[in-house]
C-alpha cells in the first residue's frame, strides 16, 4: 500500500459544486502539503500544515481551503469549483529531519466542466 | 523571489544516448536543490539531491552537481534506456528550519525511443 493515498484520483463536476480531495498518509511526518500542477507550470504550493493546529497558506490558496483532521488526514475542498481549478493535484509529506525531501501521493486528477 | 528555471521540453533521446537536462535557480540564500522524476500516472518521487556548494547527487545513473558560482543543478546521465522517459522537476528549498516547501521548475519531459 501506498505510503501517501489521495481519493479520489479521478474527478469530473460542475462548475459551481463543492468537491473535497482527500490524503491520509502511514509515514508518521508532521508536515503535509497540498500541491496543484498545470502542465508547463510545474507545481504550485496551495496549502501546508506543520500539525493539527498550523495551517498555512501557499502561493495559490484563493479558492481553496483545508483541514488536517488529524497528524495523518489532511483534506483539500473547493467550494465553488471553476473549470480554471481543472488540475493535477498532490498531497505531499515531509519529516523535519529528512532535510526538504518530500514523499508525493499520486496525484487526484480534477476536472470542472 | 527564488525560482527555479528549468530548459524546455519535451525532450527526445534515442536509447543509449547522453542527457542533460539544465537547471538554474535564483536564491537569496543557499538553498537546497532536488531533482525529482514523475513517471507516467505516478506522482513525483526523488531522485537524488545536495545540500551544499559543490556536492554531487547520484542515483540510478543520474548526476548532478551543485555549481553556487553558476546557480545550477544540470542534471545528467550517461545513458539513457527507454523506462527513463518521464518528466523530470528540478526544485529548491531552504531546508527543514523554514517551512521545508519546496519551489519547483515547470519540469522537462524526456521521452527515450528505443
Known amino acids: 500500500d501506498a505510503d501517501v493515498t489521495q481519493t479520489p484520483r479521478n474527478r469530473i463536476t460542475k462548475t459551481g459544486k463543492r468537491i473535497m480531495l482527500e490524503c491520509s498518509q502511514t509515514?508518521?511526518?508532521?508536515?503535509m502539503y497540498w500541491y496543484r500542477q498545470d502542465p508547463g507550470l510545474g507545481l504550485q504550493l496551495i496549502y501546508y500544515?506543520?500539525?493539527?493546529?498550523?495551517?498555512n497558506k501557499g502561493e495559490i490558496s484563493d479558492g481553496y481551503s483545508v483541514s488536517r483532521q488529524a497528524q495523518a488526514k489532511f483534506s483539500l475542498s473547493l467550494e465553488s469549483a471553476i473549470p480554471n481549478q481543472t488540475a493535477l493535484y498532490f498531497c505531499?509529506?515531509?519529516?523535519?529531519?529528512?532535510?526538504?525531501?518530500?514523499?508525493f501521493g499520486e496525484g487526484s486528477r480534477l476536472t470542472v466542466l | 523571489g527564488d525560482s527555479v528555471t528549468q530548459m524546455e521540453g519535451p525532450v527526445t533521446l534515442s536509447e543509449e544516448a547522453f542527457l542533460t537536462i539544465n537547471c538554474t535557480y535564483t536564491?537569496?540564500?543557499?538553498?537546497?536543490l532536488f531533482w525529482y522524476v514523475q513517471y507516467p500516472g505516478e506522482g513525483l518521487q526523488l531522485l537524488l539531491k545536495?545540500?551544499?556548494?559543490?556536492d554531487k547527487g547520484s542515483n540510478k545513473g543520474f548526476e548532478a552537481t551543485y555549481r553556487k558560482e553558476t546557480t545550477s543543478f544540470h542534471l545528467e546521465k550517461g545513458s539513457v534506456q527507454v523506462s527513463d522517459s518521464a518528466v523530470y522537476f528540478c526544485?529548491?528549498?531552504?531546508?527543514?528550519?523554514?517551512?521545508?516547501?519546496?519551489?519547483f521548475g515547470q519540469g522537462t519531459t524526456l521521452q527515450v525511443k528505443p
Open positions: 545536495a545540500t551544499k556548494a559543490d
Open positions: 505531499a509529506t515531509s519529516d523535519l529531519g529528512r532535510g526538504g525531501e518530500l514523499f
Open positions: 500544515s506543520f500539525d493539527v493546529k498550523d495551517i
Open positions: 509515514k508518521g511526518h508532521d508536515r
Open positions: 526544485a529548491l528549498t531552504f531546508g527543514s528550519s523554514n517551512t521545508g516547501k519546496l519551489i
Open positions: 536564491a537569496t540564500g543557499y538553498p537546497s
